[in-house]
């Protein structure tokens, strides 16, 4: 397996607009080190160029700047055949007149591998994956997850210093996923393979990654381990798109007031742990972002440090209630377990104790963490 690097990697596209041909830039000066056996996850909403990240490490797209490097070559005027990698896509991509064998087997064959050694390595791998049963088979005959077992067959037979996937589990009802999500690991870990993982799921990035990198619009927001991302998020792109259910976020006001605090839309206050002073203090009189995740919050009938919601409704979900509240006019939501005998019932007003070790303040014209990250 192999290091993979990327170096100001950059891809802008040409489109016509109203008889004009305009620039539209795709990925912005990426700088990303991926490590020898790493399980690394592109993450993000469509459109934020992590496809594209991944198309350009394979050779299906030329940067328009920057280089990649796999295993310390540079391969950026290589074509895709000569990278060393295998990608599986999001739709199999198998050739329906061919059977299990033939489709594991026609990389290896189109690389003029001998044919005992061809044999060796989809038995292999075909054992790996637990599909030795189904070489005879046609796709057509195949399930969804079986095809994707066979996808990911023909991409291991390679041997290659990398693999790629993208959004691979997609097409697969919310059951089979999560059954091929641990799958994938397993394979990863018995492998110990360099592996990039485009996906827009953000439950599958968190259970999947020993990494993220969060995209959007082209740019890098954060890389870092799942706990990482999750509790500390570096802005508040990154504090939205992670986290079911997402993370509260409230305007307030910074003040001067028995140390620091911030006001809350209906008038509310809570105290800025002194630990947290020094990062907050040039905001005083300014409006910031509070952010809390929903299970930092709970129902207290200490009114200091809490503020105070208008329940609007409840959802059932199993272990948990989630309460949809209001402040002011900001909407919010906290879970309940369920199993407890308190409940709470839309129209009722609720105090909401705040956990002030678990808040994240975000400037709120750049979108910064200001408490968490640097």
């Known amino acids: 397996m192999a290091e993979v690097l990327l170096e100001n990697l950059t891809k802008i ?4 607009k109203e008889r004009k041909i305009e620039n539209v830039v795709a ?6 080190r991926i490590k020898d056996g790493e399980f690394l996850v592109l993450l993000g909403p469509s459109g934020c160029g992590k496809t594209t990240t991944l198309r350009m490490i394979a050779g299906l797209e030329t940067p328009t700047e920057g280089k990649v490097y796999i295993g310390k070559r540079d391969v950026t005027e290589y074509p895709a055949r000569e990278r060393g990698i295998a990608m599986v896509f999001q739709d199999y991509a198998l050739y329906p007149h ?4 033939e489709n594991m087997a026609f990389a290896l064959r189109n690389l003029k591998f001998p044919k005992d050694e061809i044999k060796k390595r989809v038995e292999q791998a075909s054992r790996i994956l637990g599909i030795e049963d189904l070489l005879d088979r046609t796709p057509k005959e195949l399930s969804g997850g079986q095809r994707q077992r066979v996808a990911l067959g023909r991409a291991i ?6 693999y790629l996937f993208d959004e691979p589990l997609s097409n697969l009802d919310a059951r089979l996923r999560i ?3 641990a799958e994938l690991k397993e394979l990863h870990e018995r492998l110990n393979a360099t592996s990039i993982y485009v996906t827009h799921d953000q439950v599958e990035a968190m259970t999947m990654g020993d990494r993220i990198v969060i995209m959007n619009r082209g740019r890098i927001q954060q890389v870092g381990t799942p706990e990482d991302v999750y509790h500390k998020p570096s802005n508040l792109f990154v504090a939205n798109f992670i986290g079911a259910p997402p993370m509260n976020f409230f305007t307030c006001k910074v003040i001067r007031e028995n140390g620091l605090k911030v006001v809350f839309e209906n008038g509310d206050k809570i105290s800025v742990p002194s630990t947290l002073e020094d990062k907050v203090s040039n905001y005083i009189d300014e409006d910031v972002i509070l952010g809390i995740r929903p299970e930092n919050l709970s129902v207290s009938q200490d009114t200091r440090n809490s503020i105070k919601g208008f329940v609007t409704s409840s959802e059932f979900v199993g272990t948990n209630i989630l309460i949809h509240f209001k402040v002011g006019e900001e909407r919010g939501i906290f879970q309940l377990d369920s199993s407890l005998s308190q409940r709470i019932a839309a129209g009722d007003y609720i ?6 070790k678990k808040i994240h303040l975000f400037d709120k014209d750049t979108g910064r963490n200001i408490i968490k990250v640097g």
């Open 157 to 162: 037979v390679r041997q290659p210093q990398a």
């Open 98 to 101: 061919m059977n299990v064998f």
């Open 13 to 16: 596209f040409k489109r016509r």
């Open 179 to 181: 059954q091929m999500r």
């Open 351 to 356: 105090n909401l104790h705040l956990d002030l």
């Open 27 to 32: 990925v912005d000066h990426i700088n990303l």
